[in-house]
């Protein structure tokens, strides 16, 4: 019994610390963004001692953090919706159609999981640069699909592999056309796989600030991650101001992991146990 507590004890304490390690970041941003500037200069790890809520709507206003998000929300919609759409086509395909080709056609989407974007930026950017997608909203979806499509084929793949044959068989003799089995059975099946790949590939999205930096340079068509970093360039001095920006970008992010944290986790395990 004692060692039974004792292993509970050796899991739970780097655990705890880890934890602790991880939302320690987002209470002192949220600690500083309710500090006056004096404040902040004085002892920046000293707790506030007032709700400030006009640092937000400084930070809100300032730079036009409403358009940003308006183009976050724009984008990231856009390359969920393209990625659910092409990524569940290709799993139903690797995983149930058969065909010459397609376990190399799966290791291929495989490969491009281990190819980071610093690897293809430049080459990336002159294509893009080429047929005049720099800077537009299409091209941005486009790098964002490209990017995370390889994900999203693996868990799709890996997920729909679990549906046994004899169900697809089945719709086959009562007169189903493949698209018809993709449509009224693969969908409905696998939907908890679609809403945990959507919900994590949305995060993905959201939190990027390379490609978006690179492939979006104007100041009109920034997305929140990067529009949060020009409050730094005109308020250097002004941390509280520049704090509440990034709890600005940081809110959806929490409400969407506090509401669907079980979709998230699901999703995760799907990709780590399943292959």
Known sequence: MSRLRLG?????????????????????????????????????????DALRWENISTAWNSVGLGRYFANSLLVVTSSVILLLLLGSMAGFALSQLRFR??????????????VPFQVIMVPLARIMADTALIDTYPGLVLVYVAQFLPFTVFLMTSYYR?????????????????????????????TPALLSVGILNAL?????????LVMMP?????????GVTSLRGQYSDDIPTF?????????????????????IADGVAAGSTKG
């Open 8 to 48: 509970r004890w050796v899991v739970a304490i780097p655990m705890s610390l880890l934890a602790l390690a991880t939302i320690y970041p987002l209470l002192f941003t949220a600690n500083v963004a309710m500090k006056t500037r004096r404040d902040y200069i004085l002892d920046r790890f000293s707790l506030t």
């Open 243 to 263: 704090a509440s920006g990034v709890l600005i970008a940081a809110i959806p992010v929490l409400v969407v992991y506090l509401f669907l944290q079980r979709q």
């Open 101 to 114: 080709g397609s376990s190399v056609l799966f290791l291929g989407c495989l490969a491009g999981l281990f």
């Open 162 to 190: 679990g549906i046994p044959p004899e169900i697809i068989d089945a719709a086959r003799i009562d007169g189903n056309s493949v698209y018809g089995v993709y449509r009224r059975i693969m969908l409905p099946l696998g």
């Open 218 to 226: 104007s100041a009109d068509h920034r997305t929140l991650m990067v």
């Open 204 to 212: 993905f999205c959201w939190n990027d600030v390379l490609m978006s």
